[in-house]
């Protein structure tokens, strides 16, 4: 997948705890590694943002085993529920979360604040040899569906990443997001190809550590979803000392407004290039990004990435063709034999539509419309337009014959007869309910499920 050699001298991974890895050491460490596992096998990581868990992937993915990635916040029965579907060969795991779950394993290595764990009495499955990474779709909630990624869709999103990115050796990308997701993943997948340097941190961007971290480092890129950019104005990004900073992403769903004019007016200020993205973990991270030049197309996320191909169906649905689309997805042990089952095809389920000028804008979700008096109603739209019309956070969902108006804050009844107007329903279609707290997501998106 990498060539290590070609960069040995170069630096690879500068973590939070002072450590720094160069190429020629990290290629080390992989085949050091290799000796502990030395057939083709599953194995399960439950991830976090160290040296440690990194290394480990990447022996995975270089030495031929399987990596089911199951983010470190799992919960006890999660975890469990994880190993009894998918019966991984071996489990990379930190010390102390295996205590009272796998029993059925033991411990061959030691590893900085690790343990892998090998299974006493295998279970004998196949796995396809096209087969390279398990990324969960549901980490934090406990579903074991899993999306089944290639080889090739991992080296055919990397390559399309280094081309409009234009990454170089001097690239500095710092790592903050769970190993886990497939965002993450896509930085590290496409830095290590170039022979650039993977910044790792389990800071968070609300800790001046982390921000200090950035700095020292001399961060070229900061990536990030839409409550990253909003916690960023809140934290007066803007102020910060950061002459390195080359670049900034998004990618997870749309800016709201008041975020996209304050990272255009700090793209402005500070010569700092941003690119809005669209993808899913089924396409291994990258569909389509909105190039720096055009961030007046607000909203937009632009145009396909190398190599791949957008349209939208007769529905309205963004389909996706390319090498990146993953082979399908998997929900135990026995789906791991299976090869590619979409063919380079991947129905999104998002509603989008193209400009005139052939940029891309996501309108909806397929599962994020309901039938209503007889009307078909985009619930991202209605909460779009809300946001708009109000200047506030709002969020919309739905129950029977009812539209929920939801938000932290007290919002006038006037606004019912807004709605009944703008959206042509009556008033008794809607209703307005204050909420404490927004649930999220781990991954800082609102969870719509428990809202």
């Known amino acids: 997948m990498w060539d290590f050699d070609k960069y040995k001298n170069k630096v690879a991974v500068i973590s939070d705890k002072g450590q720094v890895i160069s ?26 943002n160290t040296v440690s868990c990194l290394v480990f992937y990447l022996s995975c993915i270089e030495n031929g085993m399987v990596p089911l990635m199951i983010p470190e916040s799992v919960l006890r029965e999660h975890l469990k529920k994880y190993i009894d579907e998918y019966r991984p060969h071996y489990c990379y795991i930190p010390n102390g979360k295996e205590v009272g779950i796998l029993d059925s394993y033991e411990c061959v290595m030691q590893d900085q604040g690790y343990v892998l764990l090998k299974r006493k009495q295998r279970t004998e499955y196949v796995i396809h040899e096209s087969l390279a990474l398990l990324l969960l779709t549901s980490g934090s909630t406990g579903g074991a569906k899993a999306v089944r990624q290639s080889y090739k869709n991992i080296q055919s999103n990397a390559n399309s990443i280094v081309q409009y990115l234009n990454l170089k050796q001097t690239e500095r990308a710092v790592i903050y997001m769970p190993l886990c997701y497939t965002y993450s993943l896509s930085i590290i997948h496409s830095h290590l190809l170039v022979g650039a ?3 790792l941190t389990e800071y968070n961007v609300l800790q001046k550590e982390f921000w200090e971290f950035f700095a020292r480092h001399k961060a070229t890129s900061f990536s990030g979803v839409p409550y990253t950019y909003e916690l960023l104005r809140k934290i007066r990004f803007d102020r910060m000392h950061l002459p390195y900073l080359r670049y900034m992403t998004q990618a997870g769903g749309r800016l709201k407004e008041c975020e996209w004019e304050y990272i255009e007016q700090y793209s402005k200020t500070h010569s700092v290039l941003f690119y809005s993205m669209y993808g899913q973990t089924e396409a291994t991270a990258r569909i389509s990004y909105l190039p720096w030049q055009k961030m007046n197309k607000r909203g937009s996320v632009g145009i396909a990435v190398p190599e791949t191909i957008v349209t939208i169906d007769e529905y309205g649905e963004i389909i996706v063709k390319g090498n990146h689309v993953c082979l399908g997805y998997a929900e135990n042990y026995k789906d791991l034999c299976m090869g590619d089952e979409w063919h380079g095809v991947l129905h999104t389920g998002d509603i989008g539509k193209y400009d005139k000028d052939g940029y ?7 599962n994020r419309y309901i039938k209503m008096f007889g009307k078909r109603i985009n619930l991202d739209e209605v909460e779009h337009q809300l946001t708009l019309h109000l200047k506030r956070e709002v969020f919309v ?15 006038g009844h006037q606004l019912v007869d807004w709605c009944a107007k703008t959206f042509h329903l009556p008033q008794r279609a809607f209703e307005i309910i204050k909420r404490e707290k927004i649930p999220r997501k ?5 969870d719509y499920g428990k809202l």
């Open 197 to 199: 340097s993977i910044l």
């Open 397 to 411: 969902s739905a129950e029977t014959e009812k539209i929920l108006i939801i938000s932290v804050e007290k919002l």
């Open 442 to 446: 781990s991954n800082g998106k609102v």
């Open 23 to 48: 190429y020629g050491e990290l290629n080390n460490r992989i085949r050091k590694i290799k000796d502990c596992i030395c057939d083709r096998a599953l194995v399960a990581i439950v991830c976090t």
């Open 360 to 366: 891309l804008y996501i309108t909806g979700r397929n």
